[in-house]
């Protein structure tokens, strides 16, 4: 199984402000809810579920098989797992080829640590925040990339596909 991380990020690697806002672009949205209607499932941490729930944002994006990463029991109905391999067993048993992660910068960080992403794809939004969460939240992280493509989605944005080599 394939294990893409997708997330957008102004240029200085902010994933969302400080309040957690995410200011992105419609052509960004737009190119997201294609990549999670074609995985068909979403893997996320519990305070991206939270601020998604909030936003009301799963029928938006084709209400995807949705695993949440915490150490606690988000109530009936949610299915959550104790940590990122637990998350992509789960998805493996469900016959998955692929596993998408899509934050936020604490889950980026787990998933990288655990050398468990094959392949970034990272949307750079024309913009620049001066405080806010980082795209990986630790600093304790030493990855290597191939770059695989690029694409612009939008006169204003353009989105890096790389490799993760391990
Ligand atoms: N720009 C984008 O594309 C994008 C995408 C997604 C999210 N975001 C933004 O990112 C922000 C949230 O990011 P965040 O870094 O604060 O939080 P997060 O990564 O969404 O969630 C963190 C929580 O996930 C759980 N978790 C993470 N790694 C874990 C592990 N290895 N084992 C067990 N549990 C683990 C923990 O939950 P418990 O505390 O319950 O144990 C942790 O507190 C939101 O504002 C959201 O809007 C932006």
Do not use: C
């Not at 992105?24 to 997201?32: A, C, P």
């Not at 084709?62 to 990463?69: L, R, T």
């Amino acid at each position: 199984m394939k294990v893409i991380l997708y997330m957008a990020a102004t240029v200085n690697g902010y994933i969302a402000r400080e309040d957690g806002e995410t200011p992105w672009s419609k052509e960004e949205w737009q190119n997201f809810s294609k990549m999670v209607k074609s995985a068909r499932n979403l893997v996320i941490g519990r305070k991206t579920y939270e601020a998604m729930k909030e936003n009301d944002e799963f029928s938006k994006i084709g209400n995807p098989f949705m695993v949440i990463v915490s150490s606690k029991s988000l109530g009936p109905g949610v299915t959550t797992v104790g940590s990122p391999k637990e998350a992509l067993r789960m998805l493996k048993k469900e016959k998955y080829e692929t596993a998408l992660v899509a934050g936020g910068g604490k889950l980026n960080s787990s998933f990288l640590k655990e050398k468990l992403v094959d392949e970034i794809y990272l949307d750079i939004e024309p913009l620049i925040f001066g405080k806010g969460i980082r795209l990986f939240s630790e600093d304790d992280l030493d990855a290597k990339l191939e770059l695989l493509g690029t694409k612009s989605i939008s006169q204003n944005t353009v989105q890096l596909h790389y490799a993760v080599l391990k």
